[in-house]
């Protein structure tokens, strides 16, 4: 039960005992046990002891109109009765603990107790003002265990002048930077916030993380203590908050200059705010003055093109940096001359911008190339037409789904061919490999095999949660190396440490791209032919993952054929396959009607625990989120660190489906050399 709820129960409760103890007629009022009443604010009714009478209600109680802490009802036209808050309860029931509770309305009929008005304080960040829905609620207990709740329907709003309404409380708000005694206050180790918002007048003082990056906010926290109605353990709620509604954002110009957006909304030279829809795109661009010329953007927008495009999906800033004009190539960019007092950007034609002028490139076609190469427009460089050796060959590459695998971090082929047949398992031998499960194991013969290396193989470092920095592969680099192979899907096996992903099929039954890591610090080397399944249902199937992911934002479940957002959607996908091998509607919220509830109790990564706000991976739900359903408790697509689960129907037949375009027979003569003939990689999705 959340915190309106509980105050609002705690409320009723106060008012039963009042009315009663003018009716009831054995209190003791003289003799011996008998202690006065006091009057002051620290009084406390006794609960035990001589001389107390248990209170007992019965139906003749009615709320008192008058008295102590009595507000009478607003009766002017602006004025909206509250659905939430100290109070007022909601009629039906509410389900918590597996106890079903009876909710009872006992204000007069048309008639609520007022929302509480705060008043304003000291301005606070704007990105904060606005409207906040909440996005989870949990509690946990001081003895270790904790509950998934309800979670609020009420939204929290934030004014600039640092006022909030949130279920009927109402106060100030103020942010503060995060002590090491918070992170320790709250039970949790630091992940990145540096600064707390602290609701004053929250019922149990709240406060929470503000998770931010430069120029946005992503979410804010209320944390605070709690005893639900009818429990007797204390614990931690956490409420998470994300943006709803209308999305603010605020663009500032330093410089003579101005920021305009393309519907005009904002329009202005210094500071200027203007509300969008939801997930809207704003492009935004910036307009020097007065000679001067355009330096880059500071926040959410970076670079130094003049225009840029930010999705309303959350409070944003972005700043316009604008500088004196130039007289000189050496007062711009090297990519970029002076041209009439401003720098502007060279356009090269076959070649790149270098110290204020173009360098050319070795080749833009193949016309520059000689009968044997061909250009790689990738590095811009004559290369052999043909790069990739063959591993496995079934048949004419037209005929077939072609896999090219690219070896990063190989010392030789011979070294990349051992490790190919240990992750695919052609004969279906081993179990490990991608052979070994279905409907792979059936179409193996479908398939066609190549490799190259890559000794130059392009990466970028970014901050790892496991500590140290992790190396990412430069998403488009693959394509050097593969331009002049057959290929539907490639597959970069890499030793560079990262968290293997895909890409989604480039077209139709043409499959993406997969990067898979060899070094995994949690798991051994028998997973990485799972691993690589998983990933191949992605880039193939077009699968999504069956798992959640508080760290990643939800995905569209539009096009997945195994998630959908609402049973209809479910249903559509693979109601047929109903009970088929235990496929049904699993997701990650309870008592949602016609769906099965599952959590797991036990994390499936023990090392790094459940996340902050008590899901884990192997919950219900799919596409990163709890609210998604998924069609069984497990599959491939959910955890591929075990051997005791495959694809699941759904998943299987999706494959299959997307492998009924190639041909399995196997070839009564000499294949043909590569480059020569068959289907090129389309590249038209991306």
Known sequence: MDAAKTGAMIILVCFLMVGLAATTGNAIET???????????????????QGYVKIESDNSYKSPQAGAGYVAPKS??????PETGPGYQKPGTYNASNETVEIKNDLPANKTEPAIEAPGGKPIDELLAGTWRAYSDYIYYKDGDFKYRITPESLLNIHKDSRWEFGGMAGTVSVVNITK??????????????RKIVFSGWQGAAEGPIEESIGAIDFIWAIYNSVLPGEEREGSVWL????????????ESAGPGRVVSQGNEINCGET??????????????????????????????????????????RPQRAVAIFGEGCETDDECPLDQTCSNGECSALACECGYAKDH???????????????SKTCDTAINKCVLKSACREVSIKGDPADKHDVVIVGDGFKDYDQLEKGINLLMDFQSESGLGVFSVSPFKENRNKFNVWMVMAPDYGHHEEPSPLGGNLVIPEAGDYERFVRTCNRDTVIVLSASMFRPWARFPT??????????????????????GRTLLHEMGQAIGGLGDEYVDYNSPGMDTTGLPNCASSLDEAEQKWGDLLGVRGVDYYT???????????????????????????????????????????????????????????????????????????????????????????????????
């Open 76 to 81: 002017d036209s602006g004025y909206k009765s």
């Open 181 to 194: 005694d918070d992170w320790s206050r709250w039970g949790i180790s630091a992940y990145g916030p540096t």
């Open 357 to 371: 002028a173009c360098q050319k490139y070795e080749c833009c076609s193949d016309t520059k190339c000689g009968v």
């Open 588 to 686: 990650g919220i309870p008592d949602v009607p016609g769906t099965k509830y599952y959590k797991k109790f036990e994390p499936t990564f023990p090392e790094l625990g459940f996340f902050p706000d008590g899901s884990d991976f192997g919950d219900g739900g799919c596409a990163f989120e709890l609210g998604n359903i998924r069609p069984t408790e497990t599959s491939i697509m959910k955890d591929h660190y075990t051997f005791d689960n495959d694809f699941g129907p759904v998943n299987e037949r999706v494959l299959a489906e997307k492998l009924e375009d190639y041909n399995d027979k196997l070839p009564t003569q000499n294949i043909e050399p590569q480059g020569t003939r068959g289907r090129r990689f389309r590249e038209d999705a991306g």
């Open 272 to 313: 200027c705010t203007a509300e969008f829809l939801y997930g809207k795109e704003v492009m935004l661009t910036a307009i020097p003055e007065g000679g001067s010329s355009f330096k880059g953007w500071v926040g959410q927008c970076t670079g130094t093109d003049p225009s840029c495009i930010l999705s309303a999906t």
């Open 31 to 49: 003799g011996p046990g008998y202690v006065s009443p006091k009057s002051d604010g620290d009084y406390k009714s006794p609960e035990t002891g």
């Open 507 to 528: 077209s139709g039954s043409s499959g993406g791209v997969v990067y898979m890591s060899l070094d995994n610090p949690l798991k051994g080397p028998e997973y990485f």
């Open 240 to 251: 998470k908050f994300g943006p709803a509604g209308m999305q603010k954002i605020i663009v």
